[in-house]
């Protein structure tokens, strides 16, 4: 089955320690993304990714950081430098970044930091 | 990207149609309208989107106002798994892709 994987479903941390979101995508997608969704709130975008080895910031990027070495794969790193942490983190990919085409969500992680 | 204005909530019978509004006034001409909906706890889920003409798909009907500064979303029998959040968002044709989520539209289905 094709889709997108995020794990863990939920993580919890120390504050003070950075920590890393998985994200995989089997539907051999170019564009990958990162949202961040608070309680009753719609998603903010953290970073994207147009393609391997490319990425550029969303509006939400500081305290955030992420790399694109494969196309499946785009995981993202929590520092200790994002002031409120605790979220709902959702990655998604699309054939291509244009308007046109629909983006895949994956089931999303939950990060309490205590 | 244009912003969307959608209801905070709607109530709905189960195995009643369902029209959902979202306003839009500021659309361009190369805006697509799009709809997601979620489920608690859960990511998005694509459901539709059109540019002009209304679109048809097995979940949903997307009908566009002439002017385009509106549309709806019609769920032609709501089920109680068809209550979730859904999400009215504009994309440009040749933007750099990312969907910017208002606080949406609660439908909640009542048996």
Same mark, same amino acid.
């Given at each position: 089955d094709g889709g997108i994987t995020q794990s863990p479903k939920y993580l919890f941390r120390k504050e003070g320690q950075n920590v890393t979101l998985s994200c995989e995508q089997n539907l051999n997608h170019d564009a990958m993304y990162w949202y961040r969704q608070d309680p009753g709130q719609g998603l903010r975008l953290i970073y994207y990714s147009q393609i391997v080895n490319d990425f550029q910031k969303g509006d939400i990027a500081e305290g955030y950081s992420v790399s694109r070495e494969k196309k499946e794969s785009f995981p993202l790193t929590v520092t200790s430098a994002q002031k409120n942490p605790t979220a709902f983190y959702l990655c998604a990919s699309s054939? /291509?970044?244009?308007? /046109?085409n629909e983006q895949f969500f994956g089931p999303g992680t939950r990060l309490t930091v205590l | 990207d244009a912003k969307t204005t959608q209801p905070n909530s709607m109530e709905s019978n189960e195995e009643e149609p369902v029209h959902l509004p979202c306003n839009h006034s500021t659309i361009s001409g190369t805006d697509y309208i799009h709809w997601y909906r979620q489920l608690p706890s859960q990511g998005p889920e694509y459901v539709i989107h059109g540019l002009t003409s209304n679109v048809n798909n097995r979940m949903a009907s997307l009908a566009i106002a002439e002017d385009r500064k509106s549309s709806t979303l019609i769920l032609h029998r709501a089920t109680l798994r068809d209550a979730a959040v859904y999400y009215c968002i504009l994309r440009g +044709? +040749?933007?750099?892709?990312n969907l910017i989520f208002g606080k949406g539209t609660k439908l909640s289905v009542k048996p």
């Open positions: 054939i /291509y970044t244009d308007g /046109y | +044709g +040749g933007s750099q892709g």
